[in-house]
């Protein structure tokens, strides 16, 4: 996984709570009886340009999304987030927005956006796009203008003089560091100043501090939303403000956080003057306000907003809003990333680390707000290369069967795996802009490879004789049509827990878990009047035995009804919850008689 947020990750795992290790015992009680659509949505993300080629060329692409909307319907998703779609240079593949206004032409154009939202609303699918608020690209227009102060545009991005030290060499204004290796700042020889670039060079950070940025980012959601759009997941929002200067018009240097030697990689800082300002908080809810105002004007469902951030907890659960204003309603949880081991290796998590990260959300969100589930997204290593390819359908069972939104990251649902990529083949800037030595420790490429549609040539993803990314060979056995087509398989499965979330119990029912042992994690959902569902998961390599009457408070059999690849138990199997037998990696899930 990148190291670019490593950081962040670091200090968010700080922040849970620690709980007991065995025997740990969550409950959270779910007290709304109507639910909005999104309340117990599936959310599908895909990632544009690995999706599907229409036109041979070795990228994904618009058409190629629609042309595919109705394996997304049978797949149970409820609206569907695509990574940027908008013009842009792909310094960054698409989080670098030339114009954010217009579709970029590879991925297709207006009419094949207006197109796939008119196909995905035949089929009642929602379409979300993602909103890129921190900065833009240096090849957007408004860059330019800044560039040359033209009139209204000369302070849109964040520009600063500079020092000059007693030797006469220029300086940066200060150590701020970028998310891609080195210097936040970069020297503009034509405005003869420096940019901040929280991210690569070519990505320049907006100044929210000028009301006309603000108004002119208030634009952009209001025009996708008239091309109907049904929300906006908001890329790097923590980045949005910085602190102001001093009286001295000096910006204060980032303290350094101790947690690596590589001065050019960001978590050499701690980032607490240039992420997480509470103004940032503000711009959430003013966005928050605009979604509500254009319901009120123009009716139809509810529009979300889905926030990305890295951040400690307490500041993450702040999108969320307070007693006066409302949020984002859905803040990602990413403490199935950042949790456990972080970003290194969760193979080994025990039971006890499950719960944890279950704990550490449901008991410090805010009361009456609802709970997500994010396992994996472009960013990051893949769950099964991440978690281990034993526990590919745990995982799984777990984003489908805790209350709350299920967030899929596209491909997780036929357990794909990460694609080690050679330096040569390699295509992130967080990795490009490292060296072929140390590239592996940022690049984020292996788990943006190609979406595996069949055993077909290039995996029934393009026609072309290559692909932006190279295919992961295991597309071979590891595709939707050959997965479809099994008696059993992590897409069958998939599909399982996706009738299964139907269920008044899994949609509006309460919540206990526990861990017992090292081994087995359980829990339950349950509902007055309707049967009573549990997880049972052994999430590590041995034999257990585990008897949950008392922890969860339940008693006499249960049916089997979803098993994962690894348990030979078959439907209707029955189990007394006194007594029950999980092999090695064995999950299953068993409902009430
Ligand atoms: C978060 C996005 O998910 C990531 O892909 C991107 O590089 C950064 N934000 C910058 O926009």
Redesign the pocket.
């Known amino acids: 996984m990148s190291k670019i947020i490593t950081l962040l990750l670091l200090l968010a795992a700080s922040q849970q709570p620690t709980l007991a290790c065995d025997g740990v015992i969550g409950q959270t009680a779910r007290t709304t009886t109507t639910r909005d659509w999104w309340q117990s949505a599936q959310f599908y993300q895909i990632y544009p340009r690995s999706f599907k080629d229409s036109n041979g060329d070795g990228i994904g692409d618009l058409p190629g999304i629609t042309s595919q909307l109705d394996y997304l319907k049978e797949l149970g998703v409820t609206a569907v987030w695509l990574s940027p779609i908008y013009t842009s240079p792909m310094a960054?593949?698409g989080?670098d927005i030339a114009d954010f206004f217009d579709i970029q032409p590879e991925y297709g154009t207006l009419d094949d956006f207006d197109n796939l939202i008119q196909e995905a609303n035949k089929r009642d699918l929602k379409v979300i796009l993602d909103f890129?608020p921190?900065?833009s690209s240096d090849e957007n227009e408004w860059f330019k203008k800044s560039v040359r102060r033209e009139k209204g545009y000369e302070d849109y991005y964040m520009w600063h003089d500079g020092y000059v030290d007693d030797a006469g060499n220029r300086l940066p204004p200060s150590n701020w560091l970028q998310?891609f290796r080195g210097s936040a700042w970069e020297w503009n020889e034509q405005r003869q100043q420096y940019y901040l670039h929280q991210?690569a060079v070519k990505?320049p950070d907006l100044n929210y501090r000028n009301p006309t940025v603000v108004a002119q980012m208030k634009r952009v959601l209001k025009y996708w939303l008239d091309r109907g759009v049904a929300g906006f997941r908001i890329?790097?929002v923590p980045w949005c403000f910085e602190v102001l200067p001093d009286a001295t018009g000096r910006y204060p240097d980032e303290p350094k956080s101790g947690y690596t030697d590589d001065p050019d990689d960001s978590s050499y800082l701690l980032h607490i003057y240039t992420q997480d300002q509470p103004e940032t908080l503000d711009m959430v809810y003013q966005w928050r306000q605009l979604l509500e105002d254009y319901q009120r004007i123009h009716g139809g469902d509810t529009r979300v907003l889905l926030t990305?951030a890295w951040s400690p907890l307490d500041y993450v659960m702040k999108f969320y809003g307070n007693r006066t204003v409302e949020g984002a309603q859905m803040p990602f949880n990413f403490q199935f990333i950042v949790g456990g081991n972080g970003d290194k290796n969760n193979t080994q998590l025990p039971a006890s680390g499950f719960v944890k990260i279950i704990s550490s959300w449901l008991d410090n969100m805010p009361a009456e707000h609802t709970a997500n589930w994010v396992m994996g997204?472009?960013?990051q290593r893949r769950v099964g290369s991440r978690y281990g390819e034993q526990r590919i359908d745990t995982m799984n069972m777990l984003q489908m069967f805790l209350p709350g939104v299920s967030i899929t990251y596209m491909g997780e649902e036929i357990g794909m795996t990460d694609l080690d990529i050679s330096w040569e083949d390699s295509r992130d800037p967080?990795a490009c802009n490292s060296n072929s030595e140390i590239y592996e420790q940022f690049t984020?490429d292996p788990a943006r490879t190609p979406f595996q549609w069949s055993n077909a040539e290039n995996a029934g993803f393009s026609t072309n004789s290559t692909t932006w990314l190279p295919i992961n060979p295991n597309y071979v056995t590891v595709n939707v049509q050959t997965e479809k087509a099994a008696t059993k398989s992590h897409l069958t499965i998939y599909n399982q827990l996706v009738a299964l979330r139907k269920t008044k119990t899994l949609q509006l029912g309460d919540v206990r878990y526990s861990a017992f042992g090292d081994n087995i994690l359980a829990i339950k959902r349950s509902l007055k009047n309707e049967k009573t569902y549990l997880l049972l998961a052994n999430v590590l390599n041995s034999d257990a035995t585990v008897d949950v009457t008392r922890e969860l408070k339940v008693s006499g059999n249960f049916k089997t009804i979803i098993s994962n690849m690894i348990s030979t138990a078959k439907e209707g199997d029955v189990i007394s919850a006194d007594n029950i037998l999980l092999k090695a990696y064995e999950a299953i899930v068993v409902e009430s008689e």
């Open positions: 960054d593949f989080y890129v921190n900065h998310g991210f990505q890329d790097a990305e997204n472009h960013d967080a984020r």
